[in-house]
């Protein structure tokens, strides 16, 4: 039978920094296990590729706080790029109350050690962007820091130093089982036979559910599509602007390539395996996109191009790491919310630590365990996209 000291199942972005944080931290014998031909078929791929520290929990900015530094010394760090532009985030308020939640955002923020965020006065925001419709526009918040990483680009970042490491990537190959006795975790069934471990981390994504089942743990993680709308080149907006948020709607933008890509949580969507994008959506997204910013009334979309990815939602909009209880040896990494990209780099370093060491520095991992749900004591982040 075939060994391994850690099995990640799931090779996206989040499985693969697992295994360049294990790997990384002298871990040399680590097995990831992708179902799919290649990497990144699932939420990696379909991304928006956003990353930022405006959080409104400090579990949430203390992960930024790890991640966005990552990335800035990604290229130099790992030898592969992650394209990471620090173009910021602009959250735009229209209301007394968006603004109070921005300045109590802030102050956790920065006294977390985040030292690029500022509020900006609607007459800044008016002169940088002058495209945008502002009459109701009261001021805003903004961190240079904040930006866009390319995701697929990034876990193959990790996946290739990991594997340059001694990891080890088996591609096209499903998990049917995972068996256990009185101490935990004893085998992995695959579609390329067993292999003997005592340490799984579940990094499944929106389908980490089925793959806890498997271990008998019950996981509240759901799937929820999100789509996600590119223009048509377009050049009568800055294509050095931020991530731009309107918080009246949460209809977002940023530039990418010659477009700009377009996003809304349509509220209507209900959780469930829908993969296939809704044309309808586009007449949704442009109404939205032309009221905050008239330019936008002429800009081109193919139809063709619009996608479709999932989130993985928890009851609380956060994370489920840290080992299940019950099962000694099932690790879990699930949940992220929308958040699994900008929080990959912290997610992998907790992960190693908690496998390695049984604690990590970076959090307080109790906080993101499993067990929170049933005592009680969710951690609602409110700043969702």
Not at 158 to 171: E, I, P, T, V
Not at 245 to 268: Q, V
Not at 308 to 330: K, N, R, S, W
Request: proline content about 6%; overall charge negative.
């Amino acid at each position: 039978m075939q060994t391994a000291e850690v099995i990640i199942i799931g090779g996206g972005i989040v499985g693969s920094s697992i295994a360049y944080h294990l790997t990384a931290a002298g871990c040399k014998d680590v097995l990831v296990i992708e179902r799919e031909t290649a990497q990144g078929k699932g939420s990696t791929g379909k991304s928006m590729g956003g990353v930022r520290a405006q959080f409104s929990t400090p579990v949430n900015i203390q992960m930024s706080l790890y991640s966005i530094p990552f990335y800035a010394s990604f290229d130099e760090r790992l030898g592969y790029p992650a394209e990471y532009r620090p173009q910021g985030y602009l959250f735009c308020a229209i209301s007394d109350k968006h603004l109070a939640y921005l300045r109590a955002n802030q102050e956790k923020q920065i006294a977390l050690g985040l030292k690029n965020v500022r509020m900006v006065s609607a007459d800044e925001i008016r002169s940088l962007y002058p495209q945008l419709r502002s009459d109701d526009i009261l001021g805003g918040s903004f961190c240079s820091t904040d930006g866009f990483v390319d995701p697929y680009s990034v876990m193959n970042g990790f996946m290739a130093w990991a594997a340059d490491h001694g990891a080890k990537l088996w591609k096209n190959t499903q998990v049917t089982g995972i068996n256990k006795d009185g101490n935990g975790i004893t085998t992995v069934e695959t579609t390329k036979g067993p292999v003997s471990t005592r340490k799984v981390v579940n990094a499944a994504g929106a389908w980490a559910a089925a793959i806890a089942g498997m271990a008998g743990v019950d996981l509240p993680v759901e799937p929820l599509r999100r789509m996600l709308v590119p223009t048509e080149p377009f050049d009568q907006f800055p294509h050095t602007a931020p991530m731009i948020i309107d918080m009246s709607t949460g209809f977002h933008f940023r530039p990418e390539s010659r477009g700009f890509l377009l996003a809304w949580n349509d509220p209507e969507e209900t959780p469930g395996f829908k993969t296939d994008f809704e044309p309808s959506f586009i007449e949704k997204i442009l109404v939205r996109a032309a009221d905050r910013v008239p330019v936008f009334e002429n800009v081109a979309v193919n139809p063709k191009r619009a996608w479709a990815g999932l989130y993985e939602m928890t009851p609380d909009h956060h994370p489920i790491l840290g080992e299940a209880p019950g099962v000694p040896g099932f690790f879990l990494a699930n949940g992220f919310s929308g958040h699994g990209v900008m929080h990959a780099p912290a997610t992998g370093k907790i992960l190693s630590d908690l496998i390695l060491h049984g604690k990590t520095d970076l959090i307080d991992a109790s906080l993101l365990s499993l067990t929170r749900f049933a005592e009680g004591r969710m951690i609602e982040e409110t700043a969702v996209l």
